[in-house]
């Protein structure tokens, strides 16, 4: 079982006073009284001598001295000599008589020329002690005081010793109690808090401000409580860091599988169709011209695939590598696309393709615009490639603030919701079979994402009401210049 601090700082402090109080109060019943006998012993020395002073052999020239003496002292005063007493006067010697002839109580005690003795008093039935010493005159002097009085006084001292003993442990109980609570407070707060911080909570701070030893270990567990907080804010940063550093290395080590998987899967079919059709001519399975010229019109147009596919492949490599650098220039967006739509102008009429150009008005935007019209020649390629029979392609060219935003619509079937965020991936093909069938090789809109990334713009796609439109945003300048 657990002892508080407090409860044993009282015990001890209580034992501690206690003691005192019971050792001074056993010293004060055992010594007191023998203290005292002393003490009187050195006053009737001392009031001796100056009797001895005083005194030339008649006491008569002194009475009064001596009157005082035994009032002050407390103590009967005895002259006497070889003829009897010479003092006190006649009323008081017989008495005194009587007391000088009594027995002695102890053998007696020498200090010098002077000469203690304990006699017992007949009349009034009390000890005392007496002092006998022999005065320059030749005279006797005789000194005692009653030991009744002493003792009454050593008994009055120790029952007064006995109560404020009693008075001092109740007083000094209730101090040791106020203290212990006043000084364990500051070291109780000191555990709590260092319970929480062993729990993981740093917010409790130390509030003591005393200018001692505690204070200033107070003032150390909060600074080492800051220390540990920043130090474990900054590991957990760290931890996360590594976390996502491996989940990082872990979806690019899954990408490096996938994408060396996907080029092995793009380059198979061509290398396939060009090695079966070139044994074939090498062994002349065929002997007609026509047949060879398809043969080798087969090669070329896998080597052309095979040639796109390498162009992407670095293309998309020089973009996801970091350290291309975008060349960036004014210029007009809008001619930009008429040129790229010229381009194709000879697809769209041989496929009747109905377009729509929409334009608000010729606008210099800032971009590498060899990269936009890559991005341009993507979005209309797959327009083209994915038109239903309604053979709709819009083109949008829109103002909104300080962007200029553009969109090329198809009309056609949606992307499936599963597949919008996904097109972006290399080599992901929402129908593979489609898309081999149009030469695409799944790395152009992975390449989109790197040109528009490096220019901080946003971009996506959507399925709207009849088909499916991709957009993106481009910077414009902050006047705009007509044409």
């Known amino acids: 079982m657990k002892k508080s601090i407090r409860v044993r700082l009282f ?12 050792f001074s109060w056993f010293l004060n019943y055992q010594f007191l009284e023998k203290y005292y006998i002393y003490k009187k012993k050195n006053m009737l020395i001392e009031n001796s001598k100056l009797i001895d002073s005083l005194y030339k052999g008649n006491f008569e020239d002194i009475y009064t001295q001596l009157q005082i003496l035994e009032n002050t002292m407390g103590a009967n005063i005895i002259i006497l000599n070889e003829k009897g007493i010479k003092y006190p006067y006649f009323n008081k010697r017989k008495h005194m008589n009587m007391f000088l002839n009594s027995k002695l109580k102890n053998k007696g005690e020498v ?25 320059k005159e030749g005279d006797v002097l005789i000194l005692r005081v009653p030991l009744a009085a002493i003792e009454e006084s050593v008994a009055i001292a120790n029952k007064f010793m006995f109560f404020t003993g009693i008075l001092f442990v109740l007083m000094g109980s209730i101090w040791a109690l106020l203290f212990s609570k006043k000084f364990t407070k500051p070291i109780l707060e000191l555990n709590r808090i260092t319970q929480a911080m062993a729990n993981f909570d740093f917010t409790k701070k130390c509030s003591i401000i005393e200018e001692d030893e505690i204070g200033e270990l107070g003032k150390n567990i909060n600074y080492l409580s800051d220390q540990l907080d920043n130090a474990i804010l900054e590991l957990n940063k760290k931890n996360e860091k590594l976390i996502k550093d491996i989940e990082k290395e872990r979806k690019l080590e899954e990408m490096r599988k996938e994408f060396v998987s996907s080029v092995s899967h793009e380059l198979k079919t061509p290398i396939a ?5 070139a044994e074939g001519l090498i062994e002349n399975v065929i002997e007609d011209e026509e047949s060879k010229n398809f043969y080798c019109e087969v090669i070329v147009d896998e080597v052309k695939k095979m040639d796109k596919l390498v162009k992407d492949l670095l293309n998309l490599s020089q973009i996801e590598s970091g350290y291309f650098q975008l060349e960036k220039t004014n210029f007009n967006i809008c001619d930009l696309v008429n040129q790229v739509i010229n381009k194709y102008k000879n697809i769209f009429e041989e496929k009747e393709i109905n377009l729509r150009i929409e334009n608000d008005e010729n606008i210099l935007v800032n971009g590498d615009i060899i990269r936009i019209e890559q991005v341009l020649v993507n979005f209309i390629n797959n327009a083209i490639d994915h038109v239903d029979n309604k053979k709709i392609i819009d083109i949008s060219i829109k103002s909104e603030g300080q962007k200029v935003r553009v969109s090329v619509f198809n009309s056609g079937e949606h992307i499936p919701e599963s597949s919008l965020d996904k097109i972006w991936t290399s080599f992901y093909k929402v129908d593979k079979a489609r898309t081999r069938n149009y030469g695409g090789s799944g790395l152009g809109l992975s390449i989109v994402r790197g040109i528009l990334e490096l220019h901080n713009n946003n971009f996506g796609v959507d399925n709207v009401e009849g088909g499916v439109i ?14």
């Open 11 to 22: 015990r001890g402090i209580s034992f501690i006073i206690v003691f005192f109080v019971f």
């Open 111 to 135: 200090d010098g020329k002077f000469v203690f003795v304990i006699r017992n008093d007949p009349r009034l039935k009390i000890d005392f002690l007496v002092l006998q010493t022999l005065l």
């Open 273 to 277: 169709l060009i090695q079966g059709y």
């Open 470 to 483: 991709f957009w993106f945003d481009m910077d414009k300048m902050d006047e705009d210049i007509c044409f």
